[in-house]
C-alpha cells in the first residue's frame, strides 16, 4: 500500500468513525446530539464561556451556535448569567441536569471505547493513542492539539 492508498483508507475510516459517533450520541441520550455534546463538554472544561467564544472556537456561524444554544436552554441543559466583569455579557454555563446528562453520556462513552478496544494489545492501544495525538496536534491547531481553525466538531455546519 503506498501513501496515497494510505491516505485514503485514512479518509475512509475517520469519515465512518465520524458517522458512527453521531449516531452513537442519539442513542446515548435522545436530546444529545454530537455536537450539543460537544459543546456541553466545551462549556464544563471552561468553566462557562459566551456563545460568541464558542462559535469562534469551533469556527461556526453564530447562528449555528445560537440554534443549538437555544436548544440546550430549552432542555435546561445550560442556563445563562451576567459576566461579574462586564455586566453587559451573558456567559454559558451548565445546569445540574446539564453535568448529570454530561456525565452520564461520557460514562457511557468511555465504557463503549473500552469495550471496542479491549481486546487490543497494550502496545497497540499505546501507538494508536499517540497516532491520534500526533494527528490532532497538526500545524494550525492550537498548542493544546484540541482547537481546530476550521470545521468544528463533526457534524457541525451552517445550515
Known amino acids: ?6 491516505v485514503e483508507t485514512i ?5 465512518s468513525f465520524a458517522r458512527r459517533a453521531r449516531a452513537s450520541a442519539g442513542r446515548l441520550h435522545p436530546e444529545l446530539s454530537l455536537v450539543s455534546y460537544t459543546l456541553l463538554g466545551h462549556l464544563e472544561e471552561s468553566g462557562g464561556c459566551r456563545a460568541t467564544d464558542l462559535a469562534a472556537h ?17 432542555a435546561g441543559l445550560i442556563g445563562r448569567r451576567q459576566d461579574p466583569e ?23 462513552r468511555r465504557a463503549a471505547f473500552h469495550e471496542r478496544l479491549a481486546g487490543w494489545p497494550v502496545r497497540d492501544l499505546e501507538r494508536f493513542a499517540a497516532y491520534l495525538v500526533r494527528y490532532n496536534a497538526r500545524p ?4 493544546d492539539g484540541d482547537r481546530p481553525t476550521s470545521g468544528g466538531p463533526p457534524g457541525a455546519g451552517s445550515r
Open 140 to 143: 494550525g491547531h492550537a498548542p
Open 58 to 74: 469551533y469556527a461556526l456561524d453564530k447562528s449555528t451556535v445560537s440554534r443549538q444554544v437555544t436548544a440546550l436552554e430549552r
Open 86 to 108: 462586564d455586566h453587559r455579557v451573558q456567559v454559558l454555563h451548565l445546569t445540574d441536569a446539564g453535568r448529570r446528562i454530561l456525565a452520564q453520556v461520557t460514562e457511557s
Open 11 to 15: 479518509q475512509r475510516e475517520m469519515t
Open 1 to 6: 500500500m503506498g501513501a496515497a492508498d494510505a
